[in-house]
């Protein structure tokens, strides 16, 4: 009877035990541990995955920077075709006509191109002040004097015939002064049709430009 007794206490405080783990056991709260803040000078260790994470994320960001500020295309120059050259801005009226008809929309363009087109006969001056006192003197002899760039030079006249420039030379000369005759240039104006390339239409612009001595076709970047 006496055993019997001990083992159903045996029994019951092994029972109120397991009720007082599973029900009343307060989980035990996590411990942290701080660390001391490293030293400026000291490099945190990086994993090689880190380091390709980051490299990765760092070339992407600089694709879609260079994305942002130049699309796809942007530093690849348009070709377009120009069509000329003609001699006054009146003859592009038709030829104009005849592109749209290609599907071609055209705009006009000029350019300028410096020649040699005789002689001049120039006379640099040291000082602004003399320069006009010489202009004047000039002038009074019936000889056209104007400046031209930012050297206090003058120009006594442009020649296609150099017989004329020997004359005017001769002429400043008299007078005391000390011109030379240099070779002479001009800007000349052209005019074209420009439009955006299509080598399909190659032929019948050939044909176009051959209506009219003188015009071709040439391949340009696009102003």
Same mark, same amino acid.
């Given at each position: 009877?006496?055993?019997?007794?001990?083992?159903f206490l045996l029994f019951a405080l092994n029972c109120?035990?397991?009720?007082?783990?599973?029900?009343?056991?307060?989980?035990?709260?996590?411990?942290?541990h701080s660390l001391h803040p490293l030293p400026p000078n000291v490099r945190r260790l990086v994993t090689l995955k880190?380091?390709?994470?980051r490299q990765s994320s760092q070339d992407t960001r600089k694709i879609e920077d260079v994305t942002a500020t130049q699309p796809p295309g942007a530093v690849m120059p348009l070709t377009c075709q120009a069509l000329g050259p003609f001699l006054a801005e009146?003859? !592009?009226? *038709? $030829?104009?006509?005849?592109?749209?008809?290609?599907g071609l929309t055209a705009r006009p363009h000029t350019r300028y191109q410096r020649e040699r087109v005789g002689y001049a006969v120039v006379l640099p001056v040291g000082e602004y002040k003399e320069a006009v006192q010489i202009k004047r003197r000039?002038?009074?002899e019936n000889i056209t004097a104007?400046?031209?760039?930012?050297?206090?030079?003058?120009? !006594?006249? *442009? $020649?296609?015939?150099?017989?004329l420039a020997d004359k005017t030379l001769a002429r400043a000369q008299a007078l005391g002064?000390?011109?030379?005759?240099?070779?002479?240039?001009?800007?000349?104006?052209?005019?074209?049709?420009?439009?955006?390339?299509?080598?399909?239409?190659?032929?019948?612009?050939?044909?176009?430009?051959?209506?009219?001595?003188?015009?071709?076709v040439e391949d340009m970047v696009c102003p």
């Amino acid at each position: 009877m006496r055993f019997m007794f001990f083992l159903f206490l045996l029994f019951a405080l092994n029972c109120g035990y397991f009720v007082w783990q599973v029900f009343w056991t307060v989980p035990d709260e996590p411990v942290e541990h701080s660390l001391h803040p490293l030293p400026p000078n000291v490099r945190r260790l990086v994993t090689l995955k880190e380091n390709d994470a980051r490299q990765s994320s760092q070339d992407t960001r600089k694709i879609e920077d260079v994305t942002a500020t130049q699309p796809p295309g942007a530093v690849m120059p348009l070709t377009c075709q120009a069509l000329g050259p003609f001699l006054a801005e009146s003859g !592009l009226k *038709s $030829f104009e006509k005849h592109l749209e008809i290609l599907g071609l929309t055209a705009r006009p363009h000029t350019r300028y191109q410096r020649e040699r087109v005789g002689y001049a006969v120039v006379l640099p001056v040291g000082e602004y002040k003399e320069a006009v006192q010489i202009k004047r003197r000039l002038e009074k002899e019936n000889i056209t004097a104007t400046f031209i760039g930012m050297d206090n030079v003058l120009s !006594l006249g *442009s $020649f296609r015939d150099k017989s004329l420039a020997d004359k005017t030379l001769a002429r400043a000369q008299a007078l005391g002064l000390d011109p030379r005759i240099e070779p002479g240039y001009a800007n000349r104006s052209s005019y074209w049709l420009v439009f955006q390339r299509r080598d399909y239409q190659n032929g019948d612009l050939a044909g176009l430009a051959g209506k009219s001595s003188g015009l071709r076709v040439e391949d340009m970047v696009c102003p």
